[in-house]
Nanobody
Framework: QVQLVESGGGLVQTGGSLRLSCLAS????????MAWFRQAPGKEREFVTA????????YYADSVKGRFTIYRDNAKNTVYLEMNSLKPEDTAVYYC?????????????????WGQGTKVTVSS
């Protein structure tokens, strides 16, 4: 399994921006579909966005569409989540996720590897 390490979380005001990064171990990063999930306090972990192995395919939850952008750099083994126009309801721990092949993991049970999470807090 691939090892994932997120970074970039923090405290930001409503309307602000953050960029999260997820660094993957190993030499097979381009064989994984990558995704971001988030979990707010007291809530279940939910899908945010996913990107295909080459970066040509992306998919977003309706709640973040138009505000968040996922992209990847396979040469750097890194997937990014650019978050703009942040809202208090975006406050959560954000998790990087991976699944080998072209299967798009949109539920937690379909994820093969998880990062440790990075906390994002949006103040009102």
């Amino acid at each position: 399994q691939v090892q994932l390490v997120e970074s970039g979380g923090g405290l930001v005001q409503t309307g602000g921006s953050l960029r999260l990064s997820c660094l993957a171990s190993g030499r097979t990063f381009n064989t994984y579909t990558m995704a971001w999930f988030r979990q707010a306090p007291g809530k279940e972990r939910e899908f945010v966005t996913a990107i295909g192995r080459s970066g040509g395919f992306t998919y977003y939850a309706d709640s973040v569409k138009g505000r968040f952008t996922i992209y990847r750099d396979n040469a750097k083994n890194t997937v990014y989540l650019e978050m703009n126009s942040l809202k208090p309801e975006d406050t959560a721990v954000y998790y990087c996720a991976a699944r080998r092949s072209d299967y798009v993991p949109t539920t937690p049970v379909t994820v093969e590897s998880w990062g440790q999470g990075t906390k994002v807090t949006v103040s009102s």
